[in-house]
């Protein structure tokens, strides 16, 4: 099996990009999507009481984002910008291996756990939360493998000698654990500590392995 030298490039790879700039206006009628999500789910999710919450001519939001779905992708589209930028934030590039993916994949559990719409979906209906993971044939699921595989292969990937299986294989078990962890969280991860804490014993040593990995310190040496 390859060997990963350095987990730089697969942390680097989540970094999300540059997010789009929009107008007041579509910014607050986003913000009102996002409301009217949290409170009603996509199933009730309308223009007009998008565009009322939003304070614009219900016209305004058809023209600006066409359909109701375009506007949902829209808004959580933006919410996702902004929930990557977040992990990307905590992230410590002269961390060891360990302690970069602990810390990444910690900062993105409470990322998620204290967004308003997740965080007002598991407290209230965490079936509508699960509705959306797994709604098209769990097409969030493939969109977050996707994604994964799509920037590891483009930032690292072969060039480190992982093989097509490898990341693949990662990907789908990351964003499993990930899921799975947000919506169920351990009696151990009550706190960002203990999340920490818990990445490093359970999560970072199955992203190296799966990618085929030795541990690289913080100082250059490297341990199996």
């Known amino acids: 099996m390859p060997v990963?030298?350095?987990?730089?490039?697969?942390?680097?790879?989540?970094?999300?990009?540059?997010?789009?700039?929009?107008?007041?206006?579509?910014?607050?009628?986003?913000?009102?999507?996002?409301?009217?999500?949290?409170?009603?789910?996509?199933?009730?999710?309308?223009?007009?009481?998008?565009?009322?919450?939003?304070?614009?001519?219900?016209?305004?939001?058809?023209?600006?984002?066409?359909t109701r779905d375009r506007l949902a992708n829209v808004a959580l589209g933006?919410?996702?910008?902004?929930?990557?930028?977040?992990?990307?934030?905590?992230?410590?590039?002269?961390?060891?291996?360990?302690?970069?993916?602990?810390?990444?994949?910690a900062a993105a559990v409470s990322a998620a756990r204290s967004h308003s719409l997740i965080e007002h979906w598991l407290d209230h209906d965490p079936g509508e939360l699960l509705r959306q993971i797994l709604a098209d044939g769990a097409s969030a699921l493939d969109a977050g493998r996707d994604f994964l595989s799509a920037q590891?292969?483009?930032?690292?990937?072969?060039?480190?000698?992982?093989?097509?299986?490898?990341?693949?294989?990662?990907?789908?078990?990351?964003?499993?654990?990930?899921?799975?962890?947000?919506?169920?969280?351990?009696?151990?991860?009550?706190?960002e500590d203990q999340t920490v804490e818990f990445a490093r014993e359970a999560i970072a040593p199955v992203v190296l392995g799966l990618l085929g990995g030795h541990e690289t310190t913080a100082n250059g040496g490297r341990t199996r």
Do not use: Y
């Not at 996002?34 to 001519?57: C, D, F, K, P, Q």
């Not at 060891?96 to 990444?104: E, L, M, P, T």
């Not at 060039?159 to 919506?183: Q, Y």
């Open 4 to 66: 990963v030298a350095n987990a730089e490039s697969l942390l680097s790879s989540l970094a999300p990009a540059a997010p789009a700039v929009r107008s007041p206006t579509d910014e607050r009628i986003l913000d009102a999507a996002v409301e009217e999500l949290r409170l009603g789910g996509l199933r009730r999710l309308t223009i007009e009481a998008v565009a009322l919450r939003a304070g614009v001519s219900r016209v305004t939001v058809h023209r600006r984002f066409d």
């Open 78 to 105: 933006r919410e996702t910008q902004r929930f990557l930028a977040t992990v990307a934030a905590a992230d410590r590039p002269e961390a060891s291996n360990v302690d970069r993916i602990a810390g990444n994949f």
């Open 152 to 191: 590891i292969r483009e930032h690292a990937g072969l060039d480190e000698g992982w093989s097509e299986a490898d990341i693949d294989r990662a990907t789908e078990v990351l964003v499993r654990l990930f899921i799975g962890l947000v919506l169920m969280p351990p009696a151990s991860m009550e706190g």
